[in-house]
């Protein structure tokens, strides 16, 4: 079955980082885009960042400045580095592919869960 598994999330204090991954079942250098999204309770789920097949990023404001996304063809994962974390980033981080009309591939996976708290 072609799925994402998320990792990497965890508790960290405001100011603070944590990198959290993405790893496809399957080769990622031909999916068009990889995008992350987070979805905190009681939420709606929220874009947050893309990166494309050619390594071309885009960000969600709220986290412009603060969030980097890379991937890893080799590997075939992506990785989405939080620096100077907030309160207001605390959610379950998910992953998945989206083609050229940036139309969501798969069923969303579990994520990863990341708190922000002091």
């Not at 944590?18 to 990622?28: G, N, T």
């Not at 071309?56 to 992506?78: H, I, L, P, W």
């Amino acid at each position: 079955q072609v799925q994402f598994v998320e990792s990497g999330g965890g508790l960290v204090q405001p100011g603070g980082s944590l990198r959290v991954s993405c790893a496809a079942s399957f080769v990622i250098s031909g999916i068009n885009a990889i995008l992350w999204y987070r979805q905190a309770p009681g939420k709606a789920r929220e874009y947050v960042a893309t990166i494309t097949r050619s390594g071309a990023t885009m960000y969600a404001d709220s986290v412009e400045g603060r969030f980097t996304v890379s991937r890893d063809d080799v590997k075939n994962t992506v990785t989405l580095q939080m620096n100077n974390l907030r309160p207001e980033d605390t959610a379950v981080y998910l992953c998945n592919a989206a083609d050229s009309d940036y139309v969501i591939q798969f069923p969303w996976g579990q994520g990863t869960q990341v708190t922000v708290s002091s």
